[in-house]
């Protein structure tokens, strides 16, 4: 046995730092902001502890109270006050997200990120313009063709109000290189795309569709969201994305899906971003809450681990906590 070989020598104390690998800083982190247009007060989200949806008015402050914390970057997805079978309160001018930009753009020097899809303002709940009859058959799902228009004018609406970046997450084909020319034709050249580029059709979004209110009313959305099952298929995908123009790329779920993450970070020198999802905020709160984790300790390794695995950027509900901490 050869003991000249002492990984243990660099463990201690002092030199640890020194060699320590990967670091999260509160300048990586996306803190997710839910504004509702059908309440006038804070309204707790149950399955996602320590979130809340808020009202307009009060969007501009729930974004300066993680200002505080040190995060420099938000998310932010809208409630709309009614639904409709396109989802056009997607693109109004005077539509949730758009209201809410413009108030946090004119009262704090947040980053904002808008979240690009249909799925919280369609009466449906998908993410998209249904194929006739799609109701009643399971074959049929969301028209791609005739969702990209909407999704145009919906990053356009949204660049008019002030975000400083666009996030579809809607998983249709061609989402970016129609927003891109959409963007580019309004005169927003300088607006860049956080694709939802590898975004699985996962579990783990249950207690967001809670808090967003954009669960589908039938069906599912493996039709348009990838395949847990596939790893080289997220090459494909994601490729397409690049091709079209994305400027950063997304992949989420993250911890089940880290190896997504490092196949990412080999093959595209792109900044990557995970989403760290409502799911996994939640179950590590569910087992924190009954002494069985140590929330913060957990909470941090996950987005170490996910920094680790070739991350640049995390959308995270934990950004406010963690960047406390550090
Ligand atoms: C779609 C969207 C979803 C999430 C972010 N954007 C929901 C979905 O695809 O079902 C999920 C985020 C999370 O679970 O934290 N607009």
């Known amino acids: 046995m050869d003991l000249t070989r002492r990984p243990r020598r660099l463990r201690g104390d002092g030199v640890r730092s020194l060699v320590s690998e990967t670091e999260v800083a509160a300048s990586d982190l996306i803190a997710p902001v839910f504004v509702d247009a059908t309440t006038d007060e804070r309204v707790p989200i149950e399955t996602m502890p320590g979130h809340e949806r808020v009202p307009l008015e009060e969007a501009a402050d729930r974004v300066e109270e993680i200002m505080e914390t040190g ?46 899809c249909l799925c919280e303002y369609t009466d449906h709940g998908h993410c998209g313009v249904l194929e006739p009859g799609a109701e009643t058959d399971p074959r049929l799902t969301v028209q791609n063709d005739l969702t990209l228009d909407l999704l145009g004018k919906t990053a356009v609406s949204h660049a008019e109000a002030g975000a400083d970046m666009v996030a579809p997450s809607g998983m ?3 989402m970016v290189g129609t927003i891109r020319e959409s963007l580019d034709g309004a005169g927003y050249t300088d607006v860049p795309i956080m694709s939802y580029a590898a975004k699985y059709e996962s579990s783990f979004y249950g207690p967001f569709r809670d808090a967003a209110d954009g669960a589908p009313s039938f069906g599912d959305r493996r039709h348009y969201q990838m395949d847990p099952a596939n790893r080289r298929e997220a090459m494909r995908e994601v490729e397409l994305d690049v091709e079209q123009g994305a400027d950063v790329l997304m992949v989420k779920p993250a911890l089940p899906y880290l190896d997504i993450v490092a196949d990412l970070r080999e093959t595209f020198d792109h900044p990557i971003a995970a989403y760290n999802v409502s799911g996994e905020y939640a179950m590590l709160h569910a087992a924190a809450d009954k002494g069985w984790l140590n929330l913060e300790e957990v909470a941090y390794e996950s987005l170490l681990s996910i920094k680790r695995a070739g991350a640049d950027l995390i959308l995270t509900y934990f950004a406010e906590d963690i960047a406390e901490r550090l």
């Not at 309160?89 to 108030?103: F, L, S, T």
């Not at 004119?106 to 979240?115: H, L, P």
């Open 71 to 116: 995060v420099e970057a938000v998310i932010v997805f809208g409630i709309p006050e009614s639904k409709d079978a396109e989802g056009s309160r997607a693109w109004a001018d005077d539509g949730v997200v758009q209201d809410a930009v413009r108030e946090i753009t004119s009262e704090t020097d947040a980053y904002v990120i808008t979240d690009v």
């Open 172 to 174: 249709m084909d061609g």
